[in-house]
C-alpha cells in the first residue's frame, strides 16, 4: 500500500508513556499509518533510531511497542554498519517510516554518508508516509532549532528540504525554542514554517501544509513568516484534536 500522495507527518509527539513498557505508540503516529491507507494485514513500520545513535536500548522499546500496537515493525540502523544491503529496498517495502529524535545533525551527516538521505526521497515520492519527532520532524524540513551542539540552540540549516519550510519541535516546551525560531525566521536565516507544541504534529501532502493534529489538549500548532516590516508573525493553527 501507498498514500496517494507524498506524505509527510512531522511532529513533537507520536509515543506516550505506559504503565506497562517504556513508551507506547500514540495517537499521531496512529495517523500516519491510516494515511498510508493499509488494509488486511499488520502495517509495515520500520523505526530509524539514527539521531540517538542507533542505542540498541531503544530498538529494544520500538519492538514491544510495535508488538504492542499490532504493527509488523522493523528497523535501519548505519552504526557500526547498515542492518540491511540496500537501503531504498528497505525503505519501499514499507508502509511508515518513523524517526525518533536526538541529534538532527548527527542525524543528517549520518544519512548522508550512507545514502539514506537520497532513499528518503525515493521513498517519499512512492507513497511511504515518512513522520517523526523533534529531530525526526526538523529532518524533512530546509531546517530548524536545534540542541544538536550544545544546551544554547543554534539553527540548523541544511535538512533535507523535502519540505520548502523551517520547523519548530517542542515550541511549549523548551524556552529558546519559540523566541529563536522567530528571530532566525525575521532575520531571513530561515525560511517561513511551521511550528508545534509537544504533542501537536502538521501533515503535509507533496509539499503544501493541509491540517494540523494534537494528541494532547491544548497542544498548538503555528506558522510562523517574515513580515512586511522584517519582524515575526506567528498564526495560530486549527487543530483537529486526534482520540
Known amino acids: 500500500m501507498a498514500a496517494d500522495a507524498p ?11 505506559d504503565d506497562r513498557l517504556r513508551w507506547r505508540v500514540g495517537p499521531l503516529t ?6 498510508s491507507g493499509v ?12 539521531a540517538c545513535g542507533d542505542n540498541p536500548a531503544l530498538y529494544h522499546e520500538f519492538y514491544a511497542a510495535a508488538q504492542r500496537r499490532g504493527f509488523a515493525g522493523s528497523h535501519l540502523q548505519l552504526f557500526t554498519m547498515p542492518n540491511v544491503d540496500d537501503v531504498t529496498a528497505h525503505l519501499l517495502e514499507q508502509d511508515v517510516v518513523w524517526v525518533w529524535g536526538g541529534s538532527v545533525a548527527g542525524l543528517l551527516a549520518m544519512w548522508r554518508l550512507h545514502g539514506v538521505d537520497e532513499a ?14 523533534s529531530a525526526g520532524s526538523i529532518c524533512w524540513h530546509v531546517g530548524g532549532t536545534t540542541d544538536s551542539f550544545g544546551p544554547q540552540l543554534r539553527p540548523i540549516g541544511d535538512g533535507l528540504g523535502l519540505l520548502p519550510w523551517s520547523n519548530g ?23 517561513a ?8 504534529g502538521v501533515l503535509y501532502r507533496g ?3 493541509v491540517e494540523a493534529y494534537a494528541e494532547r489538549d491544548g497542544a498548538g ?6 513580515g512586511p516590516d522584517g519582524t515575526a508573525v506567528e498564526t495560530e493553527l486549527p487543530v483537529t484534536r486526534l482520540r
Request: cysteine-free.
Open 221 to 226: 500548532a503555528y506558522f510562523v513568516e517574515r
Open 169 to 191: 519541535v517542542h515550541y511549549d516546551s523548551e524556552e529558546q525554542r519559540r523566541p529563536l525560531f522567530q528571530s532566525l525566521i525575521a532575520d531571513g536565516t530561515l525560511p
Open 30 to 35: 496512529d495517523l500516519a499509518v491510516e494515511l
Open 193 to 200: 514554517g511551521y511550528a508545534t507544541d509537544d504533542g501537536a
Open 120 to 133: 528518503m526521497r525515493t521513498a517519499w515520492e512512492a507513497g511511504v508516509v515518512l513522520t517523526g519527532v
Open 207 to 209: 509539499t503544501e501544509m
Open 7 to 17: 506524505t509527510i507527518l512531522a511532529t513533537s509527539g507520536g509515543w506516550a508513556l
Open 39 to 50: 488494509t488486511g494485514r499488520a502495517p509495515r513500520v520500520t523505526f530509524l533510531g539514527t
